[in-house]
């Protein structure tokens, strides 16, 4: 019986240890931070992050179009009133924008 017993759980372990699969990847949580479009002005102006986060400015005016405009040429995009726009920064440094359609309307990412 011992014997029996031996062997089934001998060939209980062989078959775990062949059909075991690779323990999966841990993935990085995506991080997310917001920059509201509040009537005419972005909110926070400036907003600092790490890198690898996901920006995503929304514009929550109500019947104003604006835009997220780098002024390096990186990104542009027009936000309809309620739309949203996303964009992840991978590498270090200061990233200013503004709005095409209201020029006083600055702000800055700032990714470390």
Do not use: E
């Not at 997310?32 to 102006?45: E, L």
């Not at 400036?46 to 929550?60: D, P, Q």
């Amino acid at each position: 019986m011992r014997r029996v017993l031996s062997t089934l759980l001998g060939v209980v372990l062989l078959l775990g240890l062949t059909t075991a699969q690779a323990a999966p990847t841990p993935r990085t949580p995506t991080v997310t931070k917001g920059v509201a479009v509040v009537n005419f002005a972005f909110m926070p102006k400036t907003l600092r992050i790490m890198a690898g986060t996901t920006v995503v400015w929304k514009n929550t005016t109500a019947t104003t179009t604006h835009t997220t405009t780098s002024d390096t040429g990186l990104w542009d995009r027009t936000l309809a009133p309620g739309a949203t726009f996303r964009r992840t920064f991978s590498t270090t440094g200061n990233f200013p924008y503004h709005c095409t359609i209201h020029p006083s309307m600055t702000g800055t990412i700032v990714v470390r």
